[in-house]
């Protein structure tokens, strides 16, 4: 967001950047999280390149989730699945 209005104050007369809406869904466990992948990409057809896998690879300080971004009436919407597990990891860190 900071890149984007950054570019905007740039060029003078443009109309300012909007922050895309964002959706966290939090499940169970590891395969509901791919189960909830194939059903939002069932249901709103996902934007192509937009599909972060960090279940399977993830970041170096354990971050677990996957990311995508799915268009809802036109619109982009991100949408970030983990399940219970991994949402705590980020929130109070490994014991």
């Not at 984007?4 to 300012?16: F, T, Y």
């Not at 922050?19 to 194939?38: F, H, K, S, Y």
Request: with cysteine.
């Amino acid at each position: 967001l900071h890149t984007q209005r950054r570019r905007w104050a740039s060029s003078p007369g443009s109309i300012p950047p909007q922050p895309v809406p964002r959706v966290q869904v939090i499940t169970q466990d590891r395969a509901m999280c791919w189960e909830c992948l194939g059903r939002i990409h069932a249901l709103l057809p996902p934007m192509p390149g937009r599909l972060r896998d960090y279940i399977s690879t993830p970041k170096e300080n354990l971050y677990m989730c996957l990311h995508t971004a799915v268009l809802m009436d036109g619109a982009p919407v991100e949408v970030f699945i983990q399940s219970r597990e991994m949402s705590w990891i980020p929130d109070f860190g490994v014991g």
